[in-house]
């Protein structure tokens, strides 16, 4: 397919703070895009903005927020007069057995990858159809295939995977383009944060290659790009990922049998897995979340 020139175009990108987000609004500001950066870190967010090469501006906004998105999409509109992308990035991640899972953490999981997918493609979609624009869902490895110990995680983005599925076919006849893009374990923090439990990285490390190693975060943005310069329904960040589409039928079978396997023999040691959100991302949303409730006890 032939590539858009991104010069002039305006995108939005969510999760913009760090890892994914940011390289990606780093590399499409490069190409000439206008960036608007969304998420819940304004200091994180307002570092990046200002390092980036062309026109740019930061918002501070829940993504699974109806009305703050909202918000935001009106005011991306007004300061940039279109949007001609958006990047449904952010997300969070759990680990552990759900039987010990906390359920807040776990419903967060759900909340910010697959509602906050939805909540931003709604607030912005108005937009995108004026444009013929490009929505861009930040999917997963764990949306082609599940795993243990990842049980709200994968959830949510096998959920995310099949929303942007749906819209493809809702959307196209108005030249809205929806595309998802497949990440598999990514050096990010969020992948550094779950390796900070050693029984979540020995399990990792004995995944069948290629999908037991961390990838770096450069080639597979790089990837993202190009599938955002070519409106492309489908993004591979890893090239192997590719070929996972055509044995994904098998694979619940073949996890669920290595899966019992393995749960076995670390099952002494799953209690040493911390129930909370992981890595900085996690922890910069449970700090906004504990903000937010601070301040309704006050005004209650």
């Given at each position: 397919?032939?590539r858009?020139?991104?010069?002039?175009?305006?995108a939005?990108?969510?999760?913009?703070?760090?890892g994914?987000?940011?390289?990606l609004?780093?590399k499409l500001?490069?190409?000439?895009a206008?960036?608007?950066?969304?998420g819940?870190?304004?200091?994180?967010?307002?570092?990046?903005?200002e390092?980036?090469?062309?026109?740019s501006?930061?918002?501070?906004?829940?993504?699974t927020?109806?009305?703050?998105?909202?918000?935001?999409?009106?005011e991306?509109?007004?300061r940039?007069?279109?949007v001609?992308?958006?990047?449904?990035?952010a997300?969070?991640a759990?680990?552990?057995?759900f039987?010990?899972s906390d359920?807040?953490?776990?419903?967060r999981v759900i909340?910010v990858?697959?509602?906050?997918g939805?909540?931003t493609a709604?607030a912005?979609?108005?937009?995108?159809?004026?444009s013929?624009?490009?929505f861009?869902?930040i999917?997963?490895?764990?949306?082609?295939?599940?795993?243990?110990m990842?049980?709200?995680?994968?959830?949510?983005?096998?959920?995310?995977?099949?929303?942007?599925?749906?819209l493809r076919?809702?959307?196209?006849?108005?030249?809205?383009?929806?595309?998802?893009?497949?990440l598999?374990?990514?050096?990010?923090?969020?992948?550094?944060?779950a390796d900070?439990?050693?029984v979540?990285?020995?399990?990792r490390?004995?995944?069948p290659w290629?999908?037991?190693?961390?990838?770096?975060l450069?080639?597979a943005v790089?990837r993202?790009?190009?599938?955002?310069?070519?409106?492309?329904?489908h993004?591979?960040g890893?090239?192997?990922?590719?070929g996972?589409?055509?044995?994904?039928?098998?694979?619940?079978?073949l996890?669920g049998?290595a899966?019992?396997?393995?749960?076995?023999?670390?099952?002494?040691r799953l209690?040493?897995?911390?129930?909370?959100l992981?890595?900085?991302?996690?922890?910069?949303?449970?700090?906004a979340r504990?903000?937010?409730?601070?301040?309704?006890?006050?005004?209650?």
């Open positions: 397919m032939s858009v020139s991104l010069e002039g175009r305006v939005v990108v969510t999760g913009a703070a760090r994914v987000g940011e390289l609004a780093r500001s490069a190409r000439g206008k960036v608007a950066l969304v819940l870190e304004p200091e994180e967010l307002k570092r990046v903005s390092r980036l090469h062309a026109e501006e930061h918002w501070f906004a829940d993504v927020d109806h009305e703050a998105m909202a918000r935001v999409a009106a991306v509109e007004e940039f007069g279109k001609d992308i958006v990047v449904a990035n997300g969070v759990a680990g552990g057995p039987a010990d359920p807040e953490t776990w419903r909340e990858n697959l509602i906050g939805a909540v709604r912005f979609l108005p937009a995108l159809t004026a013929r624009g490009y861009l869902q999917a997963s490895l764990a949306a082609i295939t599940a795993a243990p990842m049980t709200a995680y994968c959830a949510s983005k096998s959920g995310v995977e099949a929303f942007a599925h749906s076919a809702e959307v196209g006849h108005k030249g809205v383009r929806v595309g998802v893009g497949y598999s374990w990514t050096d990010t923090d969020m992948v550094r944060g900070q439990y050693e979540m990285r020995e399990l490390q004995r995944l290629p999908s037991n190693r961390t990838y770096p450069g080639p790089d993202l790009v190009a599938g955002v310069e070519r409106r492309s329904a993004v591979y890893q090239w192997w990922l590719r996972m589409q055509s044995v994904r039928g098998y694979l619940p079978t996890v049998l899966g019992q396997r393995e749960m076995r023999r670390f099952e002494p209690g040493a897995v911390r129930a909370g992981v890595g900085a991302g996690g922890a910069a949303d449970e700090a504990g903000a937010a409730g601070g301040a309704r006890t006050q005004r209650e």
